[in-house]
DNA sequence: TGACTATGACTGACTAGTCAGTCATAAATT
DNA sequence: AATTTATGACTGACTAGTCAGTCATAGTCA
């Protein structure tokens, strides 16, 4: 098996290398951060193509080819798919949940903070990669107990707990009437989290106001708004 | 269910023929009929394996297995794969539309006709292996516009069409405040849908009483109900 | 500073295995 | 016997994962 090669010395160099001499731009310099960069350009791709095709039916070579990367690479950081699929969702996740989470500015009424939660996920979540992300989790969830769990963990039982820590607020302002709702935060939620769905399934179909739709559902919830 | 067949008799010539001879019970007699058992049964092992590890990772050998035919026979009644999967799809989910569908008896409140909607729902989808399969719609939706053009058609753009109407004559009849809503049924169907997803994904982890998560979402909308 | 060596990140051809779909043959039915 | 239906061994295409070999870079020395 001589892997062969060798071959032919490949000169002309092109690329091999990496393009970095001739434009000169060269920023990374340490192998530490030319490797860093490729992990996140595989994590990258690798979110691409498992959100267009699904687990199964992706192919380790479209990532990696996508990742500008020769497969081998790939298991230079992940130690296989399904691994490389677990870790990826946490990457992604993660970030988000921080920036999710960070952000109570303990100001105004609870729907003013209520607002400020919807928008921030209208703007990070509805209608982006993370949604796709979303109902990919949805997908997989099933066959990847590690990533429904992790899932669970992370987003939902923290979400449920926040809503309801919210709404039990509202409720002692007054400014919810029905009390119930805190027993069923998850009703609260679930408007976003069909637009999430809505957004990669049938917006093509028939688009949704993300934003007025959430608006309205918290009418409900408080009562129509005063204008301002 | 109804793995059936053939077994039973199942003389101890598990070939292939079918038993119908030792017995003598001989139930469905022509070939028409025992095709279309047959299809069905394919349709039904299908459904379970297609939900258990979705499209791409399901094995026609183990729908065969589990169907109690051969590979083959899938083909006789499939042209392949992928056409098996959008015609499951159809299958299954008509009857059950048409048997929501057929249900408004013009009765009662408003109310009254959504709760035995969602009641309806809740029997006949939520926890079922039916309200896996719209799991699986949502999850294999994006890599077969042919089955989520079919479910919007079908499915979600009836039912909203439905649910608009049913806000609007509670609009009218003053039995919903909130007028906006008419403008997006989403939010009436939205707690119902997130039950059907936290079933499949999340029950082990936090299991959810859904009818009462209705309830209060109905209360929610119509105000909180006076005890009958 | 320039030349020489050591390191390990990276590559991609290759292997072993899987699985959708076929078809020659067998069984059942007429 | 002729015809229709069912079977399952088989094929060929495809792909996850491997590993011998390469080469850019870091480190060392003069």
Do not use: C
């Amino acid at each position: 098996m001589a892997r062969k090669s060798t071959k032919l010395a490949k000169p002309s160099a092109q690329s091999g290398g990496h393009a970095s001499a001739a434009t000169g731009e060269v920023p990374v310099s340490n192998r530490t951060a030319r490797a860093m960069e490729r992990r996140a350009a595989i994590v990258e791709a690798a979110m691409e193509e498992f959100i267009a095709r699904g687990f199964a039916a992706t192919r380790l070579d479209d990532i990696a080819k996508r990742a500008g990367v020769a497969k081998g690479t790939i298991y230079l950081h992940f130690k296989d798919k399904e691994s490389m699929f677990e870790e990826l969702v946490r990457i992604v996740i993660v970030p988000v949940v921080a920036r999710l989470t960070a952000l109570p500015p303990p100001t105004g009424s609870v729907r003013d903070l209520i607002e400020a939660f919807a928008s921030n996920f209208l703007k990070e979540v509805i209608g982006t990669r993370r949604g796709d992300l979303v109902r990919l989790i949805v997908a997989e969830g099933p066959r990847f107990p590690a990533v429904a769990d992790f899932y669970y963990r992370e987003v939902v039982s923290r979400g449920i707990a926040a809503m309801r820590a919210l709404i039990e607020l509202g409720i002692a302002r007054g400014e919810i009437r029905q009390k119930e709702l805190a027993r069923y935060p998850q009703i609260l939620v679930a408007p976003a989290m069909i637009a999430v769905i809505w957004q990669s399934l049938f917006a093509r179909h028939a688009p949704l106001d993300a934003q007025e739709m959430l608006r309205v559902h918290l009418d409900l919830i408080f009562g129509e708004r005063r204008t301002t």
